[in-house]
């Protein structure tokens, strides 16, 4: 089965995005949880995810709850990095210690999908530590001109840098399965929910801005916009 889901992988690999495939540096698995209590969930993944990843090839993870834009009330997105798809692939989930602390939330949450991205574009001066918090806003949208649309990405970054955001960052998937498949998720970063509203600010309000986003509009198609506050817990 497992290679079986490798060639299916690979095969949307090679019929999206192909110039897009020497930049892949990160696989990413992201779940789409619904609970009923948070607060329980977020304080299970930061005992929890360390001992799940203690025991799985994921370098990194944690949770980010939308603040605006969720599907519905109690969703939240649990993400895990892997250097690879081969390592990504091979998390398993369904026995030993995972399956142990896994148990301890079952009950209390519904997970509604579980999608592969590929990581596309990440700045080098982004940084975020375990236990850091921080915000982002996350536009999923469908462009058949994705060089193109990265790069006005990169534009934009360098202008809100301009501005004077120099502590906000934006960050490119390329979505791998599910509903959103074959589209961009591309996050701008901030330290904290007032750092975001003000970068946000300055994209509605700032003329330099707006035209970039003018620019943007003309080649993508939104399928998805939210805002979220993050946890990184390994």
Same mark, same amino acid.
């Given at each position: =089965?497992?290679?079986?889901?490798?060639?299916?992988?690979?095969?949307?690999?090679?019929?999206?995005?192909?110039?897009?495939?020497?930049?892949?540096?990160?696989?990413? %698995?992201?779940?789409?949880?619904?609970?009923?209590?948070t607060?329980?969930?977020?304080? /299970?993944?930061?005992?929890?995810?360390p001992?799940i @990843?203690?025991? %799985?090839?994921?370098?990194?993870?944690?949770?980010? &709850?939308?603040s605006?834009?969720?599907?519905?009330?109690?969703?939240l997105?649990?993400y895990?990095? +892997?250097?690879?798809?081969?390592? +990504?692939?091979?998390? $398993?989930?369904?026995?030993?210690?995972?399956a142990r !602390?896994?148990?301890k939330?079952?009950?209390?949450?519904?997970?509604? @999908?579980?999608?592969? /991205?590929?990581?596309v574009?990440r700045?080098?001066?982004?940084?975020?530590d375990?236990? $850091?918090?921080?915000? =982002?806003?996350?536009?999923?949208?469908?462009?058949?001109?994705?060089?193109?649309?990265?790069? %006005?990405?990169?534009?934009?970054?360098?202008?809100?840098?301009e501005?004077g955001?120099?502590?906000?960052?934006? &960050?490119?998937?390329? &979505?791998?399965?599910?509903?959103?498949?074959?589209?961009?998720?591309?996050?701008?970063?901030?330290?904290?929910p !007032?750092?975001l509203?003000?970068? =946000?600010?300055?994209?509605?309000t700032?003329? /330099?801005?707006?035209?970039?986003?003018?620019n943007? +509009?003309?080649?993508r198609?939104?399928?998805q %916009? =939210?805002?979220?506050?993050?946890?990184?817990?390994?």
């Amino acid at each position: =089965m497992q290679s079986l889901n490798t060639v299916l992988v690979l095969s949307i690999i090679g019929s999206f995005m192909p110039t897009l495939a020497q930049s892949q540096t990160q696989a990413m %698995q992201v779940i789409h949880i619904n609970t009923s209590d948070t607060a329980q969930y977020l304080d /299970w993944a930061e005992e929890s995810m360390p001992i799940i @990843s203690g025991h %799985q090839l994921s370098t990194n993870g944690g949770v980010c &709850v939308p603040s605006f834009g969720a599907e519905e009330e109690g969703d939240l997105y649990v993400y895990t990095f +892997s250097t690879d798809f081969a390592s +990504s692939m091979a998390i $398993d989930l369904s026995s030993g210690p995972p399956a142990r !602390e896994i148990a301890k939330i079952a009950p209390h949450r519904t997970v509604k @999908s579980r999608d592969l /991205w590929s990581t596309v574009r990440r700045p080098t001066n982004l940084n975020i530590d375990v236990g $850091d918090a921080y915000s =982002m806003l996350q536009t999923v949208a469908f462009t058949d001109q994705p060089e193109m649309y990265l790069t %006005q990405i990169d534009a934009l970054e360098a202008g809100m840098h301009e501005a004077g955001h120099r502590d906000v960052h934006f &960050v490119a998937s390329q &979505v791998m399965t599910g509903k959103f498949r074959n589209s961009l998720s591309v996050r701008l970063i901030a330290p904290t929910p !007032e750092r975001l509203g003000a970068a =946000m600010d300055t994209i509605t309000t700032a003329m /330099w801005a707006r035209n970039m986003i003018s620019n943007l +509009s003309s080649i993508r198609t939104v399928r998805q %916009q =939210m805002t979220t506050n993050c946890h990184r817990f390994y």
